[in-house]
Nanobody
Framework: VQLVESGGGLVQPGGSLRLSCAAS????????MSWYRQAPGKERERVAF????????NYADSMKGRFTISRDNAKNTVYLQMNSLKPEDTAVYYC?????????WGQGTQVTVSS
């Protein structure tokens, strides 16, 4: 199993970024996927969740209305569209999958929101 994130970077407050997570090594469409983030000095927190078929999503309260999780099962990729970014969104963002009771994480991608 491999999860590879991309799309992070430096963005000004109010800006947007789209993160991608390319997955391999398992039947992607059969498993839910999540995005987590970890800010300096803070615990890792779940940002968003999407079911295997994409029909169910949920978000942490502070991301509702600003972030959108989606997936393309033909491309084995899950996305996180982040709009109206705030400085407090600065963190390393991780892709996560739980497959057959095993936990898998990507390497993370840094998102920095600053003017």
């Amino acid at each position: 199993v491999q999860l590879v994130e991309s799309g992070g970077g430096l963005v000004q407050p109010g800006g947007s970024l789209r993160l991608s997570c390319a997955a391999s090594g398992f039947t992607f469409s059969s498993y839910a996927m999540s995005w987590y983030r970890q800010a300096p000095g803070k615990e890792r927190e779940r940002v968003a969740f999407i079911s295997g078929g994409g029909g169910t999503t949920n978000y942490a309260d502070s991301m509702k209305g600003r972030f959108t999780i989606s997936r393309d099962n033909a491309k084995n990729t899950v996305y996180l569209q982040m709009n109206s970014l705030k400085p407090e969104d600065t963190a390393v963002y991780y892709c996560y999958a739980r497959i057959l009771l095993q936990h898998y994480w990507g390497q993370g991608t840094q998102v920095t929101v600053s003017s």
